[in-house]
């Protein structure tokens, strides 16, 4: 309620497939070409989302691509097919390096970069290229490409004039969640956190259209749709110095979003770890980026690069965590 509903279904979301629907070992490692592993991790994590795969790896994107030169989704594509069907040990992740600086300008093939800002502009590319072609798309029918009926939410924004009491409510659209961790030691505070009332006073003093004046105010975010992943970034960098924090925070294997949503009463929802983001080193341009996934045989992988080993939940669940992924 409240959201202007789409025109256009761009992409039906009953076509999504949760569930893989091959299973096979794990696929190739990526080769390090320079300082790519920010790059390599993304890729993989991308890789071993189930609903993206299974799009991926049934070509209905390039069978319909008309676009003359750079495509992420086109990318992404022969890339899930090569690293999920190809013999090889290793691939090299050539054509993604070769086109980065149309991902985002602000990276460099020889240069370190963070994964987050890699998966956030990559996910954005992928939404470029699921709109190209398709002109005058109103707003709300933007979010239903396959890269929002995947990744993307609703974020619900209330804000209470504490004067008088007047609420007022808006929607944003997400496809990350970035949560605070100065304070918080697990991912469910973090999240309790993110969704309790701030007050704005003093200069964040808000304007109320009933007061007709600057007023003392309570803003408050809820999940107010649910995407089918869950992707979350734990604020470990600071913005203005690039220092780390480096303190454990646990994140649990299931997880109940219901808690945070803006209608907290009904059945939970729950989500399943599948991947996750490790940095090491005491910045984000230095150090190193490793991941672990959930293959479609079921099984736990560590992957580095090139390397791809077995591992167990035990292992996957003690990590220094800096980007979480989550399936319904």
């Known amino acids: 309620e409240g959201m202007a509903p789409p025109k256009r279904i761009l992409f039906p979301p009953e076509k999504i497939c949760m569930d893989w629907q091959q299973r096979q070992r794990p696929g190739a490692g990526l080769c390090n070409l320079g300082s790519t592993c920010y790059i390599n991790v993304i890729l993989q994590c991308l890789t071993y989302t189930p609903p993206l795969a299974n799009y991926l790896l049934s070509r209905d994107h390039s069978q319909l691509c008309h676009r003359q030169g750079f495509c992420m989704m086109c990318i992404m594509e022969a890339h899930v097919r090569k690293v999920l069907r190809s013999s090889a040990n290793v ?20 240069m370190a970069g963070d994964a987050y800002e890699f998966l956030r502009c990559a996910l954005e590319a992928m939404q470029r290229a699921c709109l190209s072609g398709s002109s005058d798309v109103d707003i709300p029918s933007q979010t239903t490409t396959i890269i929002h009926q995947i990744f993307g939410g609703f974020l619900k924004c209330r804000v209470t004039c504490l004067r008088c009491q007047r609420v007022s409510d808006s929607y944003k659209a997400f496809l990350h969640v970035l949560l605070d961790i100065k304070a918080p030691s697990t991912l ?46 734990l604020k470990r960098f600071d913005c203005f110095t690039g220092g780390k924090i480096s303190k454990i925070v646990e994140y649990p294997e299931y997880l109940d979003l219901r808690p945070y949503m803006s209608d907290t009463a009904g059945e939970p929802l729950l989500y399943s770890l599948y991947a996750l983001v490790v940095h090491s080193g005491d910045t984000c341009l230095d150090g190193h980026f490793f991941c672990y996934t959930k293959a479609s045989n079921g099984q736990w992988y560590k992957m580095d690069d090139e390397s791809v080993d077995n591992c167990g939940i035990h292992a996957v669940l003690r990590q220094q965590a800096y980007l ?5």
Not at 91 to 110: M, N, Q, S, T, Y
Not at 189 to 212: H, I, W
């Open 91 to 110: 691939i090299w992740p050539r054509a993604v390096v070769r086109d980065l600086k149309f991902i985002g300008e602000e990276f460099e093939p020889d």
């Open 188 to 233: 469910t505070t973090a999240l309790e956190d993110f969704v309790t009332p701030k007050n704005l006073d003093g200069k964040y003093c808000l304007k109320c259209s009933k007061c007709k004046k600057n007023v003392a105010a309570s803003k408050r975010f809820t999940v107010h749709c649910a995407p089918k992943v869950l992707t979350v970034c």
């Open 324 to 328: 979480l992924f989550y399936a319904r």
